[in-house]
């Protein structure tokens, strides 16, 4: 069954569904973020749901609204309750420290680490203790149209996902057929991996999906332990590293971020509703686009008339700057639950 969209409309209206109703088998669904396009060198997931704790979700914004990258998570973990030379507090991080300075003189700038000069020292001191504030990390693919060929191509990915174990869960988003048995179920996945089946023909709202088959939370493999203790913390230590870098991503940019590489600017750029979502339109192709083909390479593409951006309210700056604000204000009101 086709769904006759792209799949990067598609991963826009799971990121959106998993908004409204993840997990979607609990009436009491913990605090959670939502969003696309992160991963690691090696693998990049198209949906990502961080699921957190309120409290310490509320803890890990004394550092702000921006995300944290590694280098600025090694200062503020370590920074001391009192003040202290920084190379005697901080771990070695693994490259010259001279980075770590100037990471150091980042993090006071943002505010999230205080400094001081002792002399030709430069202390350091925190200003919270950095909460441990992800419970779990869940993957979600989105093949809306599953068939068998997209199914070879996506077992060797989950099959990756399983065995390093970076995610809690990983899942398979897929377009329901309404089949009796759904085509997802026959096809060669990892049986760790769930299946999702979504409706979104009448758009997305909290009811749009459904559970066809149930994740294996995942743990590293026995057979892949290291030899020793330490071997084993230091590899603990290196993916609760890798998690929080991921969070930290989540957190700063989520989902709604595709106004950065498509054309919010060009005249014939629209948001539509559909259903408790909002999708990117081309009124010159009375189509959602993607972010592919959504940009000043289109020969549909017409700059906003100069005119449109000294305008007041409501569109103040014009429409395009209208957009990328709404879809800011709408990031900043649900990824901050």
Known sequence: MSTGRSEFVYELQVCRWAELAWPPDEPQPPAHLVARQLGTKQRRWDTVVVETDPEALGAR?????????????HIVRHAPE?????????????????????????????GIVRTRRNGNKIEIKRIAAYPDWVDRLIAIENKPDLDASAARQLADQLEHDVDTALAD????????????VEPALLESLPVEAGILTTEFEGGVDADAGSIEWYPTRLS?????????????????????????????????????????TMRPDCRHFELRRDGRALLPWCAAKGRHQSSMVCGSSCTDFQPEPPAWRTRGWPIEGGPGKGIKRLLADRAARYNRP
Not at 61 to 73: A, H, K, N, Q, V
Not at 169 to 180: C, L, M, P, Q
Request: glycine share 8%.
């Open 220 to 260: 590293t493999a026995d057979g892949d332990a290291p030899d020793s203790d330490a071997a084993s913390d230091a590899v603990d230590a290196n993916r609760h590293a890798r998690r929080l870098e991921l969070a930290e991503r989540a957190y700063g940019r989520g989902w709604r971020n595709y106004g950065r």
């Open 82 to 110: 009192e003040w202290a030379f920084y190379r005697d507090v901080l771990p070695h991080p693994g490259y010259p420290w001279r980075y770590v300075r100037e990471a150091i003189h980042r993090a006071d700038d943002r």
């Open 61 to 73: 914004r004394e550092f702000g609204d921006r995300e944290l990258d590694s280098d600025l998570l």
């Open 169 to 180: 869960e990983v899942w398979v988003a897929t377009a329901k057929t309404g089949r009796r």
